[in-house]
């Protein structure tokens, strides 16, 4: 009887699946002035209305080829604003040749002046363009007029660069911008009956799991089940997970890089967004909807799967909680009370930009509560995370509060046993993830710089080009499409094992300055192996608990599965005295260290 349960919900799940991808079909485009006037004033945003004339009025069938026009429109508005702006490399020709004094050429910022005169607005950005990025070079000899020539192109080349940013359409701009104004655009069957298509796709989705998931666990003891699991097409790197591995690489990459792609799924959570925050949905409130949802689904089967185990069924409690109420709901109610989306629980370095200028601006403009969140980031990083991981560790935040841990508990525990255990894979781990921390404070320390002095320009780099690096190979890249997107290749911990600066900096606290541990009862050990099979963080548990020897390892957080699937109870977390923690290995049979 279970089995036709199990399909009649894989079935539902699939059908509900299907509605939502095709959904994305499901509407029409027609651009207008309003439309434009609405994203914004200035004159970025009247020399689009210019350039976007010819497309308003016209009948879209298909996205795609209403963003391609717009993107040009976009493009040519950005060729007039540059064209006006930038600066010719004639400029360091003729400022080298006024710096010449004595057969040296001594560069001084009061030559800027006499060359590029503040008469308009374009001039005045000029100006202090070259003054700020060449302020390091003041007084500076150069030996050659080449020399210093080259010097100054370097820098104008990277101002004219930064127009978009400062003045145009920068790509991050750009790119909400078409996604706004697409979603603005757009009209048809979909858009007149939102809470339908949310009933046909996200109801049957979430009936079906249910009904799959009671299928599955209703009818088995107690107990951890993994029979089959490598042999299952999904969970065991097969054309399922393969499949479901590219269709999630292809949704992050979507999300973060071409979100208008996405606008019929951002229209169907708008209910949802209007009744938190009383505002229309973003991509990211999409995000944060889909996230929240398979945390919360995905962790009721942890809990059916789990349920023999009280500490297990209470971390899932606890990170479907954090999730929803502390990350989800809190922040979109704090924007609808016209205060910052904040997340409480989201700590530096993982909040990478938390101090962004925007932020800090923010922050310090909302009054009391503002000045609040901005203390309590502070605390959680300076004093929390080095207290608490000192009593119990990191899996206090990784396996209880995080919400990147949390998905990877939930909607990742199918893929666990995937994680590579090898010593190549731990050595590539360790280079990786405390390369990732260093680039976090780097980038930290440019935005602060900026915040601080207001200029856009460190040694001669641009602190914006610092920023934009770290937000793409960092923040989208590894963390969203890599590290979510490969749980069926490489297993559901891979930006937690590789990437994640936070766990960087919790894992030394709790290798060199902490209480946790997980003890081993050596003599109890039959070497099955199940330990590191399903080790999550691709620690071979197993090498440990054969010789007697408590687990202290950096990248360890504390989930407790491997002491969940041990036969033996030879694995146990603890929390003890700190001089106690690295034991020296017992001696096993005929072997030892």
């Not at 005045?124 to 390091?136: E, I, P």
Request: aromatic residues 16%; contains cysteine.
């Amino acid at each position: 009887m279970n089995k036709y349960i199990t399909f009649t919900g894989l079935g539902i799940f699939v059908l509900g699946f299907f509605i939502f991808v095709g959904s994305l079909t499901l509407s029409d485009y027609k651009l207008s002035e309003n439309i434009i006037k609405d994203q914004g004033e200035g004159e970025k945003y009247g020399v689009l209305l210019e350039t976007s004339k010819t497309l308003q009025g016209i009948i879209y069938l298909s996205n795609i080829s209403f963003i391609r026009d717009l993107r040009t429109a976009i493009e040519n508005a950005n060729k007039s604003i540059i064209d006006k702006y930038e600066i010719s490399l004639d400029v360091a020709d003729k400022v080298s040749e006024q710096a010449k004094e004595n057969g040296q050429f001594i560069y001084k910022q009061s030559i800027i002046d006499e060359v590029l005169q503040p008469v308009d607005e374009a001039s005045s950005f000029q100006n202090k363009s070259l003054k700020d990025y060449t302020g390091w070079m003041d007084g500076k000899s150069y030996s050659s007029k080449e020399e210093l020539t080259s010097q100054l192109t370097g820098s104008i080349e990277s101002i004219n660069n930064s127009i978009s940013y400062h003045i145009a359409f920068d790509s991050y701009t750009a790119k909400n911008l078409v996604f706004s104004i697409t979603k603005a655009s757009s009209h048809g069957i979909l858009k007149g009956n939102l809470k339908l298509w949310f009933l046909l796709s996200f109801g049957l989705m979430i009936i079906g799991a249910f009904i799959y998931f009671y299928g599955t666990y209703s009818n088995i003891p107690p107990g951890i089940k993994n029979n089959h699991i490598f042999m299952d097409a999904i969970s065991s790197k097969g054309w399922l997970g393969v499949a479901l591995g590219t269709f999630m690489i292809a949704f992050y990459v979507f999300l973060y890089f071409y979100p208008e792609y996405l606008t019929n799924w951002v229209l169907l959570v708008d209910p949802i967004s209007y009744r938190l925050n009383g505002g229309p949905a973003s991509h990211w409130f999409l995000y944060g909807f889909l996230y929240t949802l398979a945390v919360s689904v995905m962790g009721i089967r942890m809990i059916l799967k789990y349920r023999h185990n009280t500490y297990q069924i209470i971390r899932t409690i606890s990170v479907i909680f954090f999730q929803t109420a502390i990350a989800f709901i809190i922040p979109e109610i704090l924007i609808a009370l016209n205060k910052p989306g904040f997340d409480f629980k989201n700590i530096w370095p993982l909040d990478y930009d938390f101090f962004y200028s925007y932020n800090l601006t923010a922050l310090m403009e909302s009054g009391m509560l503002g000045w609040f969140m901005l203390f309590w980031g502070l605390a959680l990083m300076i004093i929390a995370v080095p207290v608490i991981t000192y009593f119990f560790g990191k899996r206090w935040y990784c396996s209880w509060v995080c919400g990147c841990g949390g998905l990877a508990e939930t909607l990742g525990d199918p893929f666990r046993q995937l994680s590579d255990k090898t010593l190549k894979a731990w050595k590539i781990e360790r280079w990786m993830i405390h390369s990732v921390l260093v680039f976090a404070v780097i980038n930290t320390g440019a935005v602060l710089y900026t915040f601080f002095t207001g200029s856009y320009s460190l040694l001669g780099i641009g602190t914006e080009s610092i920023k934009t690096s770290y937000g793409f190979l960092i923040s989208s890249m590894l963390a969203g499409v890599i590290g979510t997107g490969f749980y069926p290749l490489m297993g559901n911990r891979v930006w937690c094992r590789f990437g994640c600066p936070l766990a960087a900096y919790l894992g030394l606290v709790q290798r060199f300055k902490s209480r946790f541990r997980i003890t081993t009862n050596g003599g109890q050990c039959i070497s099955c192996g199940n330990c590191s099979t399903y080790c999550e963080m691709g620690i071979d548990v197993r090498w440990y608990a054969q010789r007697g020897q408590n687990i202290i390892r950096s990248s360890c957080v504390g989930c407790g599965i491997c002491s969940a699937v041990c036969p033996r109870g030879v694995l146990r977390l603890e929390n003890g005295p700190e001089k106690e923690r690295i034991n020296v290995p017992e001696l096993i049979g005929n072997e030892s260290l």
